[in-house]
């Protein structure tokens, strides 16, 4: 069993950054895909980021969004750039056992979900 606990969420105005951090607690391994979707009101969830090997961005906010890890922490973050209320929505953090790359961008790609933190951008 794998828990992932997010942090760092809040209220921001547009065009500020924010860092987003996923602490991963228990059989979590360092060859596991981590990855963040988010969720706005009335929206289906949505693949931000993913990593293992490589690193993945959904096209719409590459650029913008930096994914990194740290394995000795057993924590991925997320660096959110340049902000706009449209990014507003709860960012989940995920964890897979597979270490492919042909569906990290699904959510059927992975295991264990966070609980989510919020991030609010206002204009």
Same mark, same amino acid.
């Not at 993913?50 to 096209?59: E, F, K, L, Q």
């Not at 922490?73 to 706009?84: G, H, R, S, V």
């Given at each position: ?12 105005? %547009? ?8 602490? %991963? ?50 924590? %991925? ?47």
């Amino acid at each position: 069993q794998v828990r992932l606990v997010e942090s760092g969420g809040g209220l921001v105005q %547009a065009g500020d950054s924010l860092r987003v951090s996923c602490a %991963a607690f228990g059989a979590i391994q360092s060859t596991d895909t981590m990855g963040w979707f988010r969720q706005a009101p009335g929206k289906e969830r949505e693949f931000v980021a993913a990593i293992n090997w490589r690193t993945y961005y959904s096209d719409s906010l590459k650029g913008r969004f930096t994914i990194s890890r740290d394995s000795a922490k057993n924590t %991925a973050y997320l660096q959110m750039n340049n902000l706009e209320p449209e990014d507003t929505a709860v960012y989940y953090c995920a964890s897979s056992r597979y270490y492919g790359s042909s569906a990290t961008n699904t959510p059927e790609f992975y295991h264990y979900w966070g609980q989510g933190t919020q991030v609010t951008v206002s204009s």
